[in-house]
């Protein structure tokens, strides 16, 4: 039997069985799925199901067909009017979050995000999910349109930036830290962030899931990829996070260049809170676009393995091994970073042998004024060779 495009064959020994329902055990760790075979068929959609929560209106269907199979489930047309998404895996409800959470839902309400209509539930995983639109944009339909769609994509997350969680930098280098060790890359990058790189609440974004309503795209919140289901815990990420993983989605579709990078960096700015243009928040040096970029990329090779897409792999190995060349830079930047520390440790020798005249006042007082120089030219030089972040 042919597998569906959402069967994880890459980590995954088990043959696909439609009529499988509990746990599937993978080389990564173990996911459930639940016997969604049923709800393909359209008597299934009569009645409201007796377990779970529906959250909206259960919908009246009198047409009912598949439109395809994708790597979030399934794909159905709902009376020619709506979208279905139904999701194999239990993966949690992020979706019915933002949908439930009516202070998020309003915030939302005026920007191109296209919330469901429906959502049923059940444990706490979301299962079926209403769209209230007919198609979806192909890929190179969003592809020609990618500058307009990052602007749409700022604008969200200015709106939600109300919401916003401070730095948690320890728990965004732990994500990294548990993704590498699932693939056992040969790269490690640990960054700090600024006080303007923030969390925000989850918005999985992609860019095949766009539609156009009022000649505007709008995007479809989907479910989370079992490839962070499976690699990494559940956390808020910056909108500059997903920002970056839809630049690697486009990407596949052209060679990305740094003009390219700049101008969708800055159209997503564009609609950001001005604060996401903070220089600090850009920097490389505290992470910025650079390590977001990784952090996609890694996720891009974890699909790639678990799906068994080799020429995604390809993509993603061949983008990891000109990590290290950036590591190494940073690495030499991190050694004029170090002057500063030097300076300050000649100032604190400079006052003591002063205190304690073992120095004359003069030769002291050169001590400390050069200390002071060596450590502001130091600081400068540091930054001042920041990597551009496109």
């Not at 159905?76 to 409800?93: D, M, Q, W, Y």
């Not at 990494?232 to 970056?244: I, N, Q, V």
């Amino acid at each position: 039997m042919d597998e569906p495009l959402w069967w994880p064959q890459g980590v995954i020994q088990t043959s696909y069985d439609s009529s499988f329902e509990g746990e599937l055990v993978t080389s990564l760790g173990r996911l459930k799925i639940w016997n969604f075979k049923a709800c393909l068929e359209l008597e299934w959609w009569q009645a409201v199901p007796e377990t779970g929560k529906v959250w909206g209106k259960w919908p009246e269907v009198q047409i009912l067909e598949v439109i395809q199979h994708d790597r979030y489930g399934i794909l159905l047309n709902l009376n020619g009017t709506h979208i279905v998404r139904i999701c194999p895996f239990e993966v949690g409800n992020d979706i019915s979050r933002m949908l439930r959470h009516q202070p998020w839902n309003e915030a939302v309400s005026d920007q191109a995000l296209m919330l469901p209509s429906m959502v049923w539930s059940v444990a706490g995983n979301d299962r079926v999910i209403i769209y209230p639109c007919k198609s979806l944009l192909s890929i190179e339909e969003s592809h020609s349109m990618k500058y307009e769609i990052a602007e749409c994509v700022g604008l969200i997350h200015s709106s939600l930036d109300q919401f916003s969680t401070p730095n948690t930098e320890r728990i965004w280098n732990d994500r990294l830290k548990d993704i590498e060790a699932c693939l056992k890359t040969n790269t490690l990058w640990r960054a700090p962030h600024s006080k303007f790189t923030v969390g925000l609440p989850r918005l999985n974004l992609d860019i095949g899931a766009i539609t156009m309503f009022d000649d505007k795209p709008m995007m479809l919140p989907q479910p989370r990829t079992i490839t962070e289901h499976l690699m990494c815990d559940k956390e808020r990420l910056p909108g500059l996070a997903t920002m970056m993983i839809l630049e690697r989605q486009w990407s596949a579709h052209e060679k990305p260049t740094e003009e390219s990078r700049k101008q969708l960096l800055e159209s997503w700015l564009s609609g950001a809170p001005q604060a996401y243009s903070n220089g600090k928040a850009l920097s490389t040096l505290l992470g910025g676009p650079w390590v977001w970029r990784y952090h996609a990329t890694l996720l891009e090779l974890g699909q790639a393995m678990i799906f068994s897409d080799s020429e995604l792999e390809k993509n993603s190995i061949k983008w990891l091994s000109d990590v290290s060349r950036l590591q190494a830079y940073l690495g030499i930047l991190r050694f004029w970073k170090s002057g500063l520390w030097g300076g300050v440790t000649g100032l604190i020798v400079s006052f003591f042998t002063w205190q304690l005249e073992t120095l004359s006042p003069t030769v002291s007082g050169l001590i400390g004024a050069t200390s002071i120089l060596f450590a502001l030219a130091s600081n400068q030089l540091y930054w001042s060779k920041d990597p551009d972040p496109y």
